[in-house]
């Protein structure tokens, strides 16, 4: 998801539509024997990147399993569905008692849980999740959906009854940045209409240079949806060198370089849902989970704000 909140990014058909879950060693799964509470429980971590929303996701699983007594192994993916598949591989071959993934693509997170299920070994996602609610431990979930309509209605009524052009700057086709797209898109009102949507590969440089290329093809734009804060700082790059300070540049995430960015007035508006909070919960809840504790929540989602100037004081820590 944020970096991102990213992170991300990051990734999927709806974050919400898991329940129940279990593993087998096949691609049916049945319900998992709870582990010993009394167990020393080793975890994996596969995640996705290095930008922002991925490393301090990481730093928060980190330090909870610590205060967990759980042993963590990462594994770097790198943006690579190959490698993310070799690393879930190599997590089954050290006999983790789960698999966490915070995932490159639909692709890879669908190979991984197939994967995994035929290993008999659960697998929990963080972010988003669009498999089977059959085949998962649980996830740990953005709602990405609701981050696109929040931004997409809040630019809605900012136009009002003017009408404007409007662009996007996504993170990489697939996964998390779809979901957010299409409910950006179906909650802009009928007087804003996106005129140019290209990735940028949740890269900052990347992003600036997409930038350049929408004021030279649409000088007209007057808001820009970028999916993370890393990316929007690049597109602000962009647009300032061009001495276009016209332009509201709305985003998700909730960094501080993004919250300074909303007080400065230099992003209108962003939505925060932090690392910190996924990764406390993923390793909370995979725990509840292998233990069969009471009250545990399969599918948790992380919560979300929307931050603009007017509450920039009141949003989450972003990391650890």
């Given at each position: 998801m944020a970096g991102h909140r990213v992170q991300a990014t990051l990734a999927v058909a709806s974050a919400l539509l898991l329940s129940a879950c279990s593993v087998s060693t096949s691609t049916t799964s049945t319900e998992a024997t709870a582990v010993d509470p009394g167990k020393r429980l080793t975890i994996g971590f596969v995640n996705g990147n290095t930008i922002e929303f991925h490393t301090c996701l990481q730093k928060s699983m980190q330090a909870r399993a610590d205060s967990a007594n759980v042993d963590l192994l990462v594994a770097q993916s790198a943006m690579d569905p190959a490698k993310e598949l070799?690393?879930?591989?190599?997590?089954?071959?050290?006999?983790?008692?789960?698999?966490?993934?915070?995932?490159?693509?639909?692709?890879?997170?669908e190979g991984g849980v197939a994967r995994a299920n035929r290993a008999g070994v659960p697998i929990f996602l963080t972010s988003v999740a669009a498999v089977d609610q059959s085949k998962i431990l649980g996830a740990v979930v953005t709602d990405v959906k609701k981050v696109g309509q929040e931004l997409g209605e809040w630019i809605a009524e900012d136009t009002g009854d003017t009408s404007a052009d409007v662009a996007v700057i996504g993170g990489a086709p697939g996964a998390a940045a779809d979901l957010m797209n299409d409910a950006f898109k179906a909650n802009l009102g009928s007087h804003a209409k996106v005129v140019f949507d290209q990735p940028a590969l949740w890269q900052r440089a990347k992003a600036q240079d997409v930038a350049e290329n929408l004021l030279q093809a649409h000088p007209k734009v007057k808001y820009v949806f970028v999916h993370n804060e890393d990316m929007a700082l690049g597109a602000l790059a962009a647009f300032k060198s061009a001495g276009r300070t016209d332009i509201k540049i709305v985003t998700n995430g909730g960094s501080d370089a993004g919250l300074q960015a909303v007080r400065n007035g230099e992003f209108a508006a962003t939505v925060s849902n932090t690392p910190r909070s996924?990764?406390?919960?993923?390793?909370?809840?995979?725990v509840g989970l292998l233990q069969k504790k009471e009250g545990v929540t399969k599918v948790a989602t992380v919560p979300d704000m929307l931050v603009t100037r007017d509450n920039a004081d009141e949003a989450p820590p972003y990391c650890l």
């Open positions: 070799s690393n879930i591989d190599d997590m089954i071959a050290k006999k983790v008692d789960a698999v966490v993934v915070q995932t490159v693509n639909i692709d890879a997170l996924v990764g406390e919960m993923a390793i909370d809840n995979v």
